[in-house]
């Protein structure tokens, strides 16, 4: 009688405390969904910052993630590679896992932070590269972890099968192995490309922000998450509405690559 009370003490308090979390997710999404599409217009997207839009920081933000995703693709994944295929789980393949999982869980400000002093205070301003670099450092971890977990899902009959018929490794590792794995490594990539994308902090210390339209990446450059950051603190109603805006659409953007990496992992199933 006792274990059915508690259990349903427990059932309960589980329930409120899932409801409680809605809730409040459900809260935040109505009230920037309410705010932020009553502050959209159409000259909000076709106008720079300077001029009371946000174009220029969508092209700023979208240029600087996916530069980072070009950096940091190639070099998490080959990581990864190494990590599953080569490493044969030595002393050196735990202390890269190791420390992978430290930087996945290191605070943002620290990655920008530390950029700062590499690539910020010795070219003596705030620039784009430095802002690229940062979003790199937070995203290879994330697709060294996906890249590793994805390929021990892979059927070591797999490989014994392409061994059999005289593939090398590298073509057996190419060929057979990513190809049976790259649904899950497309999935991770997609998730931590929306990560990144709405990174604030490391921006802050290594892009910073310009409000006019530029492609210069060794100056300061347009970024909508440090923007919105700074909107939301003037005192004017034009500024914070600005904010309203960029934050849903911002919002939105990352929504729907969470929602492709779901889709996608969804019809692999």
């Not at 950029?115 to 994330?142: E, K, Q, R, S, T």
């Not at 339209?213 to 500024?239: G, K």
């Not at 805006?245 to 953007?253: G, H, K």
Request: charged share 10%; aromatic share 10%.
């Amino acid at each position: 009688m006792n274990r059915l009370i508690l259990n349903k003490i427990i059932l309960i308090l589980s329930s409120l405390s899932a409801l409680i979390g809605i809730g409040f997710l459900f809260w935040i999404l109505v009230t920037l969904s309410y705010k932020g599409i009553t502050s959209l217009h159409f000259e909000t997207f076709t106008n720079d910052l300077v001029g009371g839009g946000i174009r220029n920081l969508l092209v700023g933000q979208f240029t600087m993630a996916l530069m980072a995703s070009a950096l940091a693709v190639p070099l998490g994944m080959m990581a990864g590679i190494y990590l599953r295929e080569y490493s044969n789980n030595g002393k050196l393949a735990s202390v890269i896992r190791n420390l992978s999982d430290v930087m996945m869980s290191a605070p943002s400000i620290v990655i920008g932070v530390f950029v700062f002093a590499l690539f910020v205070d010795p070219f003596g301003g705030y620039n784009g590269w430095a802002g690229i670099v940062a979003l790199a450092i937070m995203m290879i971890p994330i697709i060294i972890s996906t890249t590793d977990n994805m390929l021990a899902l892979v059927p070591k009959e797999l490989r014994e099968a392409g061994i059999a018929l005289g593939g090398s490794k590298h073509k057996i590792i190419l060929q057979i192995v990513i190809k049976a794995a790259k649904v899950g490594i497309t999935t991770g990539v997609l998730l931590s490309f929306a990560r990144i994308i709405g990174e604030t902090a490391p921006l802050l210390f290594t892009s910073a922000n310009n409000q006019f339209f530029t492609m210069d990446l060794t100056e300061q450059f347009p970024s909508l998450t440090v923007s919105i950051y700074n909107l939301a603190t003037y005192p004017d109603e034009q500024s914070r509405e600005l904010a309203w805006a960029a934050s849903f659409v911002l919002t939105m953007v990352v929504l729907c690559i969470n929602l492709l990496g779901r889709y996608i992992t969804r019809n692999k199933k």
